[in-house]
């Protein structure tokens, strides 16, 4: 999930943290190279075949890596904690909804009159017509990154 977010914002809260470019090596599920990591730090994937997106150093091998050597890039991450923990509740409200509805009206039919109208988009009903960027925009727009910064 913090992979999707942080590309639907485009933040990658990598400002002031280190990026190395060059040739890396994932084996036993652990990035080779020494870039710097801290244990529980988050990291950017780029020019990867099998791991492009964001990950977490941990002390053991890192479960969603795959081995591979690739050339590009690794962006150190300083990810507040509010951020990930949000990331976390949009990903159980995921979970408990499901994917939203494509449709974002109901409708109702009774006898020859017809009604349509808009489902309030922050409901976190299933079938509502809600996404979960609807459900947490105004808790994401302060992370949010204009494209091109």
């Not at 080779?32 to 964001?54: A, C, H």
């Not at 050339?71 to 509740?89: N, Q, R, T």
Request: charged letters at 25%; one cysteine or more.
């Amino acid at each position: 999930m913090l992979s999707e977010l942080c590309s639907e914002l485009n933040n990658y809260f990598d400002k002031s943290q280190p990026k190395k470019s060059g040739e890396f090596h994932i084996s036993s599920g652990h990035l080779s190279e020494d870039v710097g990591l801290q244990v529980g730090q988050y990291y950017r994937i780029i020019g990867s075949v099998f791991n492009d997106g964001v990950h977490q150093y941990k002390t053991e091998a890192d479960a969603d890596l795959k081995d591979e050597t690739f050339s590009g890039s690794v962006w150190l991450m300083a990810v507040p904690k509010e951020f990930v923990d949000l990331a976390k509740e949009i990903a159980d409200w995921q979970k408990k909804y499901g994917e939203a509805s494509m449709n974002p009206l109901s409708s109702e039919s009774l006898t020859a009159t017809s009604y349509s109208y808009s489902l309030n988009a922050g409901s976190g009903a299933s079938g509502s017509g809600s996404s979960w960027e609807a459900v947490f925009a105004s808790r994401l727009t302060k992370w949010r990154r204009i494209r091109g910064i």
